[in-house]
Structure formats: structure tokens, C-alpha cells
T-cell receptor, first 110, second 118 residues
Framework: KQEVTQIPAALSVPEGENLVLNCSFT??????LQWFRQDPGKGLTSLLL?????REQTSGRLNASLDKSSGRSTLYIAASQPGDSATYLC?????????FGTGTRLLVSP | GAVVSQHPSRVICKSGTSVKIECRSL??????MFWYRQFPKQSLMLMAT?????????EQGVEKDKFLINHASLTLSTLTVTSAHPEDSSFYIC??????????????FGSGTQLSVL
């Protein structure tokens, strides 16, 4: 059974810092891994999707990596902004069925 | 813009009543949709997989008679919480897979429904 863990659970940084969010999963037979952003009381916005054959994906200031052998994924956010404040979820697993981590609550202060 | 529409965004109901939540895929067809539940400060947990034209498949521990799922068309799935009780208060969210331009399948999520049962 796939289990997904995210560290840290919460993170507070000043604006402009580069930061890394960590995600680990127990089953390396992963179809894909996605990173999402969730704002309070709202749905999810997909940020990046990494297929099992890929090692990383980039979108703007975001870069996500996937290392299946170690069961880890990282989300790198460059030059953080207050608008980046949200909960970041990683999710991985089999085809279509995703198992979510508990998230990292990020607060970027001006 | 949103590719999956979910309504209502928030509902408050009395204990014992039933609540219906709709999930629509916009501009694409979805033979499968997924329903998740999220309790405060916990992660999303898959409740069930909605299959167009056939019965939904439920995850272990989810009562199928309490959480009725109907996927009557290729763009609409509904989740009905029957005889709701305070412990059913939660954030419910749906998702639908869609092929992107690179023919990779990606899950798109609705905006979620916050259910509060008094």
C-alpha cells in the first residue's frame, strides 16, 4: 500500500528565499507524481506532474524532481513571494488513483 | 480557467438530511471521476471511483449506502450524502482525468464542497 509523507509539515520564510519541500513515498512502482497547491477552503491546483520515466519538471519558479529509487520527490520554489503562501500537497501512486501526503503549509511573509 | 466545476462550494444542513454535490467536467468527457474527503489538517483520502454507466467502486471503509454516487453522463458525477450526521462534516472534492496536449493524463480537481452538518 502506497504511503506518502511530506516534510516539513509547516514552513515560514521571508519573501525572496529559495525553499525546498520534501515528499517521500513507500512504493517505487509509481505511475506519476504530482504536486498541488491548495488554498484554504478551496480546491487543488495542479502545479507539476512528473511521469515515472521522468526525473524532473519545471514551471516558472517551480522545479520538481523525482527519484524513484530512493522514493523521494522535492519541490523547489525560487524567490518565494507572499502569493506562494498555501498548502502544498504531493500525490503519487498508480494510474489515476493518487495517494496524497498530508501537505506542507507554507507562509511567505513580506 | 476551471476544467472541473463542483457545486455547491459550501453547504450547511441539519442532521438527518441528504446533500447532493455535483461535479462536472467542462469541455471534455470523463468516463471516470474520483471523490475525495478531507478532514481538517488531514490529507485527501480517496472515497470512491465514479464510473459512467456502471456502479461506483468504493474504498475500504466507505459506506456505499451512505455516500451514493451517480455518474449518469460523461460530464457529470454526483455524490449524495444520505442522512448526514455531524461526523460527515468535511471537505469533499472531486477530480476527473483529462489527456493534455502531450497525451499525458492529468487529474483536474473541482473547487471542493465544505459540508457542515449541524
Amino acid at each position: 500500500k502506497q504511503e506518502v509523507t511530506q516534510i516539513p509539515a509547516a514552513l515560514s520564510v521571508p519573501e525572496g528565499e529559495n525553499l525546498v519541500l520534501n515528499c517521500s513515498f513507500t512504493d517505487s512502482a509509481i505511475y506519476n507524481l504530482q504536486w498541488f497547491r491548495q488554498d484554504p477552503g478551496k480546491g487543488l491546483t495542479s502545479l507539476l506532474l512528473i511521469q515515472s520515466s521522468q526525473r524532473e519538471q519545471t514551471s516558472g519558479r517551480l522545479n520538481a524532481s523525482l527519484d524513484k529509487s530512493s522514493g523521494r520527490s522535492t519541490l523547489y520554489i525560487a524567490a518565494s513571494q507572499p502569493g506562494d503562501s498555501a498548502t502544498y500537497l504531493c500525490a503519487g501512486g498508480g494510474f489515476q488513483k493518487l495517494v496524497f501526503g498530508t501537505g506542507t503549509r507554507l507562509l511567505v511573509s513580506p | 480557467g476551471a476544467v472541473v466545476s463542483q457545486h455547491p462550494s459550501r453547504v450547511i444542513c441539519k442532521s438527518g438530511t441528504s446533500v447532493k454535490i455535483e461535479c462536472r467536467s467542462l469541455d471534455f468527457q470523463a468516463t471516470t471521476m474520483f471523490w475525495y474527503r478531507q478532514f481538517p489538517k488531514q490529507s485527501l483520502m480517496l472515497m470512491a471511483t465514479s464510473n459512467e454507466g456502471s456502479k461506483a467502486t468504493y474504498e475500504q471503509g466507505v459506506e456505499k449506502d451512505k455516500f451514493l454516487i451517480n455518474h449518469a453522463s460523461l460530464t457529470l458525477s454526483t455524490l449524495t450524502v444520505t442522512s448526514a450526521h455531524p461526523e460527515d462534516s468535511s471537505f469533499y472534492i472531486c477530480s476527473a482525468p483529462r489527456l493534455n496536449q502531450d497525451t499525458n493524463e492529468k487529474l483536474f480537481f473541482g473547487s471542493g464542497t465544505q459540508l457542515s452538518v449541524l
